[in-house]
């Protein structure tokens, strides 16, 4: 079988609890540039924009997860794990990668390009080492800053709200939050690693 290279999206959110809670999540797309334009349309359709979670108006940006979670044409599956009472970001960072990597069939066989929102260059190193030590073909790690960000990143940044959103109970309209929560769940599109 020959080496496929996947691109792996990173972001989290929850360093502002103080350790209560930590969410990290990544997209993994099997066609990156085809999945990469589908989910800008989805951003211009859906009324999101280039807007992150936090920053997207509440009924667009659930409008936006609805279309993403209910498509059929591209297989994507979006990962994410939750810690609570821990400050071990990085390390939380790094489990959630190689649990994400190692979910995918045959991922020795298979080479990883890692983009994680925000990260430095000195992490960028630190993060690439503890991922090849646990065993996972990562070609490089890379940071993404917030200029350079893309649909993908953004996308992770999304599902990271989202979960939080649904675990704190905030939202508005809970219940329809709640409810596409388990139905992406169901759908095998939104994993628990």
Not at 18 to 31: A, C, K, L, R, S
Not at 80 to 107: C, L
Not at 114 to 125: A, E, N, P
Not at 181 to 193: H, Q, S, T
Request: hydrophobic share 35%; aromatic share 10%; charged share 35%.
């Amino acid at each position: 079988m020959s080496s496929k290279r996947f691109y792996c999206y990173v972001d989290e959110t929850g360093q502002d609890t103080e350790g209560d809670i930590f969410i990290v999540t990544i997209v993994v797309p099997e066609n990156r540039d085809e999945v990469l334009k589908y989910i800008e349309d989805v951003e211009v359709q859906s009324g999101k924009g280039k807007f992150k979670w936090g920053r997207a108006k509440p009924d667009k940006r659930f409008q936006y997860l609805e279309t993403i979670f209910a498509q059929k044409k591209f297989p994507l599956k979006l990962y994410y794990s939750v810690y609570k009472d821990t400050k071990e970001y990085k390390t939380s960072t790094i489990i959630t990668i190689v649990k994400a990597i190692q979910a995918i069939k045959n991922y020795k066989q298979h080479k990883f390009v890692i983009s994680v929102d925000g990260l430095g260059r000195k992490d960028q190193q630190f993060y690439g080492s503890q991922i090849h030590k646990l065993g996972i073909p990562s070609r490089r790690v890379k940071g993404i800053k917030r200029d350079e960000s893309n649909a993908l990143i953004r996308l992770a940044d999304s599902v990271c709200g989202f979960v939080r959103d649904v675990l704190e109970g905030k939202e508005v309209d809970e219940k329809k939050l709640k409810a596409l929560f388990k139905e992406a769940i169901d759908n095998d599109r939104l994993v628990e690693v």
